[in-house]
């Protein structure tokens, strides 16, 4: 089964970048879209990346998304960090009719 | 503005039905599917299922395929996700998200409902 890994947990200052990774088990992750949601606490899950690169219309320009076949992974870059960038960011793609989250990372700002 | 609203908490014992809603505003109902995601308490994102609101065409994770069941009424522009017998491991909080930047690729979602199965 297709499966997505995350780091459990990042942490990085106010101003600083950081990214979180998302990396395939099998098969190749440039097939299939792959998407990032924040989730502040007590929230509802929001997209911050769709179609691996791309912004929804009020994501800062600081959110970007890639893709590397090389190493079969996703990365999110958010750049310039602000407290209230503080969440859990899942990645999530798809095959075969079935959709696949990765376990989700808890950036921290400090 | 386009939006997905939900029900509201529900508490229920194990081995009752329930049926959870999710209503679009703000668009055309019938052109986007809905999807349903669960989150367990403290876990992550879970894909259910979804559906689409023009014909009830659905489909359904393998893990939840069987455990519950996807409708919609498009009158009322309103999906609704069941149970037919709840169980203490359904507690979770359920999202819908709309289809929007293609299949299975969600841009609004719902605020969430909390479902609580206790005896």
């Known amino acids: 089964n297709f499966m997505l890994t995350q780091p459990h947990s990042v942490s990085e200052s106010p101003g600083k970048t950081v990214t979180i990774s998302c990396t395939g088990n099998?098969?190749?992750?440039?097939?299939?879209?792959v998407q990032w949601y924040q989730q502040r606490p007590g929230s509802a899950p929001t997209t911050v990346i769709y179609?691996?690169?791309?912004?929804p219309s009020g994501v800062p320009d600081r959110f970007s998304g890639s893709i590397d076949s090389s190493s079969n992974s996703a990365s999110l870059t958010i750049a310039g960090l602000k407290t209230e960038d503080e969440a859990d960011y899942y990645c999530?793609?798809?095959?075969?009719?079935?959709?696949?989250f990765g376990g989700g990372t808890k950036l921290t700002v400090l | 503005e386009v939006q997905l609203v939900q029900s509201g908490a529900e508490v229920k014992k194990p081995g009752e039905s329930l049926r959870i809603s999710c209503k679009g505003s703000g668009y055309s109902f019938t052109n986007y599917w809905i999807s349903w995601v669960r989150q367990m308490p403290g876990k992550g994102l879970e894909w259910m299922g979804r559906i689409d609101p023009s014909d009830s065409y659905t489909n359904y994770s393998p893990s939840f395929q069987g455990h519950v069941t996807l409708s919609a009424d498009k009158s009322i522009s309103t999906a609704y996700l069941q149970w037919s017998s709840l169980k203490a491991s359904d507690t979770a909080m359920y999202y819908c998200?709309?289809?929007?930047?293609?299949?299975?690729?969600?841009?609004?979602w719902g605020q969430g409902t909390l479902v609580t199965v206790s005896s």
């Open positions: 179609e691996n690169n791309q912004r």
């Open positions: 099998s098969g190749s992750i440039a097939s299939n879209y």
């Open positions: 999530q793609s798809y095959d075969s009719s079935n959709v696949i």
């Open positions: 998200a709309r289809d929007d930047y293609g299949d299975y690729i969600w841009g609004v």
